[in-house]
């Protein structure tokens, strides 16, 4: 432990040890120096960033302690809940997001061993049939390995949530979607060529909520047409959560001043960074659903392809399960507002957008090719 602060311009074996670290979590290119050069302090920074600590760029007792307990892997150490002296590190938050998830409750995901995370763990030995004791050895490191299965391709991550989401059942009867118009009432959203993007998306909504009706899927809107006063984002997310809904669909159009700007995006909550990965801060459920609300409605549409973004858009932000905005095309742009404007097209984004449902639940082996899966193959699914 650390007393002291370190900054800018400081040198000794303490920096050359902050710099060990920061070079082993991947922040900073090179370790062998004792100076606390520019470099340091934008890894220092960004470090800070990514934990929530205040940005100062200074290395203090506060950050030196998050920085230490960076260095835990899952498997390193036996973990449990000790009451005195709780467990801190990233192989507790690594534990918290398995669990997470595999869908057991352990509450606040900080990277600090408390007793809801024991309860967690201790929930999740029972399903998989472990003496449930609390604490994560190697027969629970060897369960939560387990249900990573391997294969090719794809992130270690989303093939978790896979994993996951495969526990949850490929049944779509009894599944919670909430299907989120943007905009309504007053607001109109984005208008072009004779177009609302309010009404579109209520129509877009309307014509999803009938098709997952079918498959048995209980579908809800945040609003209807009727709406008289503005929806504040933080309300739909409030409002999907006490639906607890399994996954929440936000409906928009984009604008914009050029008018050629086109094409469908899709949108999941995280932040990019370049050249780095930040695992976990993405929601690997939102950015699987995401990316398969997308490729269903490139293949089946000849909208531009805008790809998947994370963002941190407050109903990104506030819904507890994995939700997706879908930018589809912009209303500024004549042959995607021609598109938006047939009823057919929109019959074709909602079977896109049901058929990625779908998709999210369906083990990867069972999994149709994109574009291939047909509404009518889900009927009783
Ligand atoms: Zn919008």
Redesign the pocket.
């Known amino acids: 432990m650390t007393p002291q602060r370190y900054r800018l311009g400081d040198t000794g074996p303490a920096v050359a040890e902050i710099r060990a670290k920061l070079h082993q979590l991947g922040l900073l290119d090179s370790r062998d120096s004792d100076m606390f050069d520019d470099d340091v302090y934008r890894a220092v920074l960004l470090f800070q960033q990514e934990r929530g600590l205040s940005a100062d760029g200074v290395v203090g007792a506060t950050t030196y302690r998050v920085l230490d307990e960076a260095r835990w892997r899952l498997g390193d150490r036996l973990l449990s809940y000790v009451v005195a002296n709780p467990q801190a590190g990233d192989d507790v938050l690594s534990l918290q997001r398995r669990l997470t998830e595999l869908g057991f409750e352990v509450g606040r995901v900080d990277g600090v061993f408390g007793p809801r995370t024991g309860e967690a763990l201790r929930e999740f030995q029972r399903n998989v049939g472990l003496p449930a004791d609390g604490t994560c050895g190697p027969g629970t490191f060897k369960a939560l390995a387990r249900l990573a299965p391997i294969v090719t391709g794809g992130r270690p991550d989303n093939l978790r949530a896979r994993e996951a989401l495969r526990l949850a059942g490929a049944r779509l009867s009894g599944k919670i979607v909430v299907i989120d118009p ?2 309504g009432g007053p607001d109109r ?2 208008i072009g060529h004779g177009l609302e ?2 009404r579109i ?1 209520e129509d877009l909504a309307a014509r999803i909520e009938g098709r997952l009706g079918a498959t048995g899927v209980h579908a809800y809107l945040t609003r209807g047409t009727g709406l008289t006063e503005e929806l504040e984002e933080y309300t739909r997310a409030h409002f999907a959560n006490e639906a607890n809904a399994n996954l929440v669909i936000s ?5 914009h001043p050029n008018p050629v700007a086109a094409g469908v995006a899709t949108y999941f909550y995280g932040s990019d960074r370049p050249g780095g990965d930040r695992p976990g801060v993405n929601s690997v459920i939102g950015e699987t659903f995401a990316g398969l609300i997308q490729r269903e409605i490139v293949a089946r549409t000849d909208l531009a392809d805008c790809r998947s973004h994370a963002k941190t858009w407050d109903l990104l932000r506030h819904t507890r399960m994995a939700a997706v905005r879908v ?1 589809l095309g912009y209303i500024t742009n004549e042959g995607d507002a021609d598109r938006l404007a047939s009823p057919a097209f929109r019959d074709v984004v909602a079977e896109a957008i049901v058929v990625a449902v779908q998709r999210v639940y369906l083990p990867s082996h069972e999994d149709a090719q994109t574009g291939a899966l047909r509404l009518r193959d889900l009927a009783g699914a």
């Open positions: 943007g905009h959203g984005n993007e309010a998306v409906l928009h159009v984009d604008a930018e």
